[in-house]
């Protein structure tokens, strides 16, 4: 049977894009992979991952990876992206034909499920489910690895701002100090996130504004 499980990573960060993926693999790898180590990224190290990463992209069948930039967040709702990411990974899925999708649940999938109903699938679109399947866990590892690797760039070019999630003193300070002296935002910064109100004003922009 092959399976397909799909998650992100950096839904909530407030500094560079949310990566969604995709991992098509057959159910008997699926269960190698957990048995190798596989599971939910936020539990594994960086090390790890990227050695599990490896492992996935070689026991897949295929991955799957849709990037959503900070404009596109800035412009349209969050949760309606992740959902047209979702699709698009399982549009590009279908020459595989996967019987069951698995998907990490953010909010109401309604439509998530039914697209995976038209089109003959099992449609496993629950909480947590990147801790309960591994299919699903592979794809937050990928999704992970491969937004750090993007963060990596991003601090070449930027500076040091931390893990880019507005928890993160080292995220937040280093946006006041860009803001202390930039004229404009940098691209990277996601500008319709509330906690700029308060620490970079003239960043902030609200989804129904310009």
Request: charged share 30%; with cysteine; net charge positive.
């Amino acid at each position: 049977m092959i399976l397909l499980g799909i998650d992100e990573a950096g839904r909530g960060s407030i500094i560079g894009p949310m990566i969604v993926a995709g991992v098509i693999v057959e159910d008997h790898k699926a269960d190698l992979l957990a048995k190798l180590g596989v599971k939910d990224s936020k539990k594994l190290t960086r090390r790890k991952r990227e050695e599990l990463f490896k492992l996935i992209a070689y026991y897949s069948v295929s991955v799957i990876v849709v990037k959503v930039l900070p404009q596109d967040i800035d412009r349209e709702n969050l949760n309606e992206l992740t959902y047209d990411s979702v699709i698009k990974i399982i549009q590009l899925s279908l020459p595989y034909r996967p019987s069951k999708i698995t998907v990490d649940k953010v909010g109401k999938e309604e439509r998530v499920i039914e697209f995976i109903k038209e089109i003959g699938s099992e449609a496993n679109v629950v909480h947590n489910a990147d801790v309960l399947f591994p299919e699903c866990s592979a794809a937050s590892i990928v999704a992970k690895v491969i937004r750090d690797k993007v963060t990596d760039t991003l601090k070449e070019i930027y500076g040091d701002f931390g893990s880019g999630y507005p928890g993160d003193s080292k995220t937040i300070s280093w946006i006041k100090s860009t803001y202390s002296r930039a004229d404009k935002p940098p691209p990277i910064i996601r500008r319709s996130w509330k906690i700029l109100q308060e620490i970079a004003p003239n960043y902030y922009i609200s989804k129904h504004g310009h």
